[in-house]
């Protein structure tokens, strides 16, 4: 078989359709394109009452957490010794801290303004799930975060949470007296699973979209008239009407 003849064999059959394309890697975008398209991803537009201001504390969560991110890689890079004694090591951990602070704050307005409104309507269970999980996820890095701080507190801390997890069974596996063991959970393993379920929580925020608010009752149109039971405004039949055509 000549050189030609073998280049013919692995060149991609231009005349089939692209849905049609044969091989994984197509069959990996087919599904990508299907599950994640990129005009729910993207979207130029938003429905009217993502105005409210509930919605901006999802927003809110994910800048904080950022800063979070970014200032805590600046600490793990030069270390505590660096933190502790330095006047710009002092002011990255205290925007670590207080973007931690914020952080766990607006997650908390998030999920209970998010729970109120049922946000698992409209098949956005699993949205709920992923971020109510990562919300877990983060009081187990803020807690090995203070274990990390190698201060005082940090030690009264570790001291006092060693005789709680000892008391459950768990104190040989998650030992908050062994510094090294503290410090990977806490700029390692925990922050990669709070940030994988970010990613995926925003990403069927997009394939989903946002929840909208709850369906509002009609009020009587005249004093002491009484709405039909069942009957909902306006504003609330837009707005079921949009769960329901969420695929």
């Known amino acids: 078989m000549s050189v030609r003849e073998r280049a013919d064999l692995v060149q991609p059959d231009e005349s089939a359709e692209p849905d049609e394309a044969a091989g ?4 990996v975008r087919r599904r990508l394109v299907r599950e994640l398209p990129p005009d729910t991803m ?5 429905p009217r009452y993502v105005a409210s201001w509930i919605y901006v504390f999802g927003v809110l969560t994910l800048a ?7 200032s805590g890689a600046v ?3 030069q270390g505590p010794s660096w933190w502790h004694t330095s006047d710009i090591g002092h ?7 207080w973007s931690v602070e914020l952080f766990m704050a607006f997650m908390v307005i998030h999920l209970w303004g998010k729970f109120f409104m049922a946000a698992w309507r409209g098949r956005r269970a699993l949205t709920w799930i992923t971020g109510a999980v990562a919300f877990l996820g983060s009081i187990g890095t803020a807690f090995t975060g203070y274990l990390a701080q190698q201060n005082l507190d940090s030690q009264w801390i570790a001291v006092q949470s060693k005789d709680a997890l000892n008391a459950v069974g768990i104190g040989a596996y998650f030992s908050p007296m062994n510094f090294g063991q503290m410090l990977m959970w806490h700029i390692v ?10 990613v995926l ?3 069927m925020v997009r394939r989903r979209g946002v929840v909208p608010p709850l369906p509002l009752r009609d009020r009587p149109a005249q004093a002491g008239a009484e709405a039909e039971p069942g009957t909902v405004s306006e504003a609330g039949q837009e707005a079921e009407a949009e769960t329901e055509e969420q695929p």
């Not at 002011?91 to 801290?97: A, E, G, K, P, R």
């Open 91 to 97: 002011f990255f951990n205290s925007l670590h801290l």
């Open 75 to 77: 600490l793990a890079i």
């Open 24 to 27: 994984w890697t197509a069959a």
């Open 42 to 46: 993207l979207p130029d537009t938003q």
């Open 64 to 70: 904080a957490f950022l800063v979070v991110l970014g």
């Open 201 to 203: 929580h925003i990403l």
């Open 189 to 198: 393993l925990l922050p990669a699973f709070v940030g994988i379920l970010v």
